[in-house]
């Protein structure tokens, strides 16, 4: 079984490679898609593809949109999705992800720490898996594509 799987979430870590370079060390096939991880280019897209815009409003506008593009279509072509709470920063579009892959019924994964279960309750209910580290998304796909651990 050959599954396609999304990464969203914090940027800010290696995450992504982690659960990547674990998969390919086990031999699972999995095609994994993300989001645009360049800080940058993700938060400047919209002006570089459509022009500068005087507010900052419609700059994070263009480029919310933009980036939308890409996510939808990620997250509709993915069978999991993968999402990701970091530790430092607010991750509102890891909760917009995580949501839209539960209205699509997609199988989601829902990584953080013990900290953040208060707040992310109703993103952790919709899961079918909520982990704390790398290792139990790699475990999760493992088991999901070769039924073992």
Not at 119 to 124: G, P
Request: charged share 30%; with cysteine; proline share 1%.
């Amino acid at each position: 079984m050959k599954l396609k799987v999304y990464l969203s979430g914090e940027i800010h870590t290696n995450w992504r490679d982690e659960i990547i370079n674990k998969c390919i060390s086990k031999n699972l096939e999995i095609e994994f898609l993300s989001p645009t991880t360049n800080h940058e280019l993700s938060d400047d897209v919209g002006i570089k593809i459509l022009g500068d815009e005087e507010k900052k409003f419609w700059h994070d506008n263009k480029s919310a949109k933009i980036n939308a593009i890409r996510t939808r279509n990620a997250i509709e072509k993915a069978d999991i999705v993968v999402v990701r709470f970091g530790e430092k920063y607010k991750q509102w579009n890891a909760a917009f992800d995580a949501g839209y892959a539960s209205a699509l019924n997609k199988s989601l994964i829902i990584m953080h720490n013990d900290e953040h279960q208060h707040a992310l309750k109703e993103v952790d209910a919709a899961a079918l898996a909520v982990t704390k580290n790398v290792e139990e998304v790699v475990s999760i796909l493992n088991y999901t594509i070769n039924s073992k651990l």
